[in-house]
């Protein structure tokens, strides 16, 4: 899109967005397509087209081989359990408008590819029949957004309490070797649960790895981003066996 033509709409919205956010109807704000808008079950060409940068997924990570769209999904190697990771980002145009007209709240809420405000890599997981067999959420430091990198263990609290906070059978996980409390917490959970159909497996990470330290020991200069922080979240379609030890 030509950036006469991004103007040209961002000025088409200055109307509704005079006027503060929490002023206008939910049914008049501008909306965009997020994660929770895809649904398990559905086919890659029943997905809305809402959204962009596709690419075949990396376990979570960053993307790797571009995508048209979600249908070219079988593009994409098949993961142990058989299904083809597709990596997208949320549509930015409102995000464009946002900035173009200064608007420091909506910027918050339209800025990035998010869940709850903090920044994710989103991708969805299909069968090879093309129907969203999964949804996995891992937070992305990449994005320079409006939640710290020392918040983003709490994501998986606004998950959890999402889905229901009972029910949820968890498990503290051993530290591995060198591995310590970030400040006064160590964190390193696995979540699972069933509900309506969905199998939900969430994760926390918060801590410090082997060689990590706040300080450095040979300067002394501070090292304030030596830790781990982080959640994970995956949702299967409940029918689906998975592999013991495959995520």
């Keep these: 899109m030509t950036q006469v033509v991004r103007l040209a709409e961002c000025f088409a919205f200055m109307l509704v967005w005079l006027a503060p956010v929490e002023q206008i109807p939910a049914q008049d704000r501008p909306t965009r397509l997020n994660v929770w808008d895809i649904h398990i079950g559905e086919a890659a060409s029943e997905i809305p ?3 962009i940068n596709y690419a075949c997924g990396t376990d979570g990570g960053p993307p790797s081989v571009p995508l048209k769209n979600f249908t070219e999904f079988k593009k994409c190697r098949p993961d142990a359990n058989g299904l083809h990771e597709v990596y997208f980002e949320y549509d930015d145009e409102l995000e464009y408008w946002a ?9 918050r809420m339209y800025a990035g590819t998010t869940a709850y405000e903090f920044p994710v890599v989103a991708s969805v997981l299909f069968d090879d029949a093309g129907l969203a067999r999964g949804e996995r959420l891992v937070t992305d430091p990449r994005q320079q957004l409006s939640r710290d990198r ?4 709490t994501l998986a609290d606004f998950i959890r309490h999402r889905f229901g906070d009972d029910g949820w059978e968890c498990k503290d996980l051993p530290r591995d070797e060198g591995e310590s409390p970030a400040g006064s917490y160590f964190i390193k959970n696995h979540c699972e649960k069933t509900l309506g159909g969905l199998h939900l497996v969430l994760e926390q990470r918060y801590f410090q790895k082997k060689g990590q330290q ?3 020991p040979y300067t002394g200069k501070p090292r304030a981003e030596d830790y781990e922080s982080g959640t994970r979240f995956e949702m299967y ?3 689906l066996p998975l592999r013991s030890g495959a995520r």
């Design 49 to 51: 087209d809402g959204f």
């Design 99 to 107: 900035r173009a007209l200064d608007l420091k709240q909506e910027i």
């Design 150 to 153: 020392n918040e983003f263990w």
């Design 214 to 216: 706040f300080l450095d």
């Design 237 to 239: 379609d409940a029918a």
